[in-house]
Every structure is written in C-alpha cells, then in structure tokens.
C-alpha cells in the first residue's frame, strides 16, 4: 500500500447533508424532489413531523407555492402556524391561492409580541395593489380591530398611505377602510422619499379636507411626532416637497409635539434635515416680510 493510499483510507468520511439542508435548499430551488429527500432522512416520527413543519415555514418564506402544495397535500403540513408575516416575506398570488385553499385564515391576526402584533396579511402586502385586489376578492376584512394596540399594529389605512398608492388606497376606501387620526401623517412621512405617498397627501387634503394641523394623539406616546409636517420633518433628508405643500395649504411649523418638545423647525434642526429646513426658514421670512408690510 503506497503512502497516499494509507492517508485517504485514514481520512475521516465527509457527513452527509442534514435533512434540514436538504430541504432548505430545495425550497430555494423549487424541487419538490429535494424536500422529500430531506424528509425521508427524518430519524424518528417526532422528527419527521419537526422537519415538515420547518420545510413548510422555508417554503412559504421562499415563495414556493408548488413545494408549499406538496406539503400540504402529502404530508400533512401544519397551516396553523403559519403567520401572516411569514406568508408576506415572498408573496405571490399563486401561493395566497394555494394557502386559502388549503383553509389558512386571511385574516388572522399576527400573534407575536412587539411591533407588527396584530397584523393581518392584508396590512403587511399594501405596497401591491395586484395583491390588495386578490385578498379582497378572497375574503380579506378591511374593517381594524378596535381592541387593537394601533401602536403596532396601526389602522389599515394609515399604513396604505405611507406604503401604498392613491389607487390602492381609494379601492381600500371604497370597501370600507375608515380614515384614521394619523392618517395624513402617515401618508406625510411617506411623501418624503415616495411620489405615491405625495399624492395621497394632496387627495387626503385638497379632496377630503383633512386638517393640515391635526395632533396625532391626546396624550405621550412613543413614535407619535406631532402634526403633519412634524412628519416630514423628523427625516435626516427628503420632504421638502410635502412641507412646502403644507405650508401653502395653512400648515403651522411652530406647533409643538405632544411632549412640547419639538415643533417642525426644532425637529428639522434635530435630524439636520437641510432641505426641509430651508422651506421653513423660507416660509419664515415671507412671514415677516408680510407682517413688517401690514404693520407699517
């Protein structure tokens, strides 16, 4: 026996793929023949049914509506446990279809502590109108949850006005969506950096004649800046668009936060956005110019 001969016959043998790898990629890659290999490498029944119900979270997670099926169908995966969050990380219409079914809830509530409680699929996917207009016609409720923590989990329409279009939220609208106290500075902080959010400030405002001064809250709460324009203003860039329209429709920088912190120029200084705080130093001086006129 050579030398080389000894030292591979010695050489400790390579461990097979774990079944967890085996599925993970082959949900990655669609094959339904992949993931049943994996599974059929399960050591016990107790693992088998460990291993399905984490092949099927991988396989909504990817957007595998196919390996999704399969495990449904064949191996009795556990839909309960699906989350809506887990079903809007790679979402599609083929695999909502295959989902709902296959009886998963539309409209079940996410159940997980901390930001995002609360949530249905239909809060998590508004940025898509093609998928609003599939879980509407599918079953999806419009109507917010009054025992909510809107902290969380806020009112549909507030989230479609920083994330969505003014179509998407005209069509949540006409289904029953109600407006929101925060509504316009949800759609405020959109308009920053989205030309869509832009214009549902403008519908918001100009069409349905939501106060361009409105307070978002009564009393403190975490996240909650102020008015509208406080909502613009607390971006380290962008807005400057939306503030200049807000300040032409009788927004007033000077009102404060519910903290009596901060209003829109404190705030602007605060995040050192330069843009916005040229508007209002802007707005500022042709405010004086008009006073200085008036009063001589």
Not at 138 to 157: K, M, R
Not at 220 to 247: I, N, Q, S, T
Request: aromatic share 6%.
């Amino acid at each position: 026996m050579t030398q080389d001969s000894s030292s591979a016959s010695t050489r400790p043998q390579a461990k097979p793929p774990h079944p967890r790898v085996i599925i993970n990629v082959g949900c990655k890659n669609n094959s339904i023949e992949e993931v049943a290999r994996g599974l059929r490498l399960a050591s016990s029944p107790d693992a088998y049914r460990d291993l399905v119900r984490r092949a099927l979270f991988t396989a909504v997670y990817h957007g595998s509506a196919p390996v999704t099926e399969y495990l449904i169908t064949q191996e009795n995966a556990p839909l309960h446990t699906l989350s809506p969050l887990t079903v809007a990380t790679s979402p599609s219409t083929e695999l909502f279809s295959v989902l709902v079914s296959h009886g998963w809830d539309i409209n079940q509530r996410r159940a997980d502590h901390g930001a995002g409680r609360g949530q249905r699929l239909l809060d998590l996917i508004c940025s898509d109108e093609a998928l609003v207009r599939w879980c509407l016609e599918h079953g999806a409720s419009v109507e917010d949850d009054p025992d909510a923590d809107w902290y969380t989990a806020p009112p549909l329409l507030e989230t479609a006005a920083a994330v969505g279009t003014l179509s998407t939220f005209k069509l949540l609208r006409e289904r029953g969506a109600q407006l929101g106290r925060r509504t316009l500075h949800k759609a405020v902080s959109g308009a920053a950096h989205s030309k869509d959010s832009m214009e549902i400030v403008k519908y918001l405002v100009d069409e349905l004649g939501m106060d361009v001064n409105q307070m978002d809250t009564d009393g403190k709460l975490p996240d909650h800046w102020g008015p509208p324009l406080c909502y613009a203003a607390k971006w380290r860039d962008g807005g400057e668009e939306v503030v200049r329209f807000l300040l032409e429709r009788g927004a007033d920088p000077t009102i404060k936060d519910c903290c009596g912190n901060h209003d829109a120029f404190s705030l602007a200084e605060f995040t050192k956005n330069e843009g916005v705080m040229k508007v209002l130093r802007e707005w500022r001086e042709q405010r004086e110019q008009k006073e200085q006129k008036q009063g001589g």
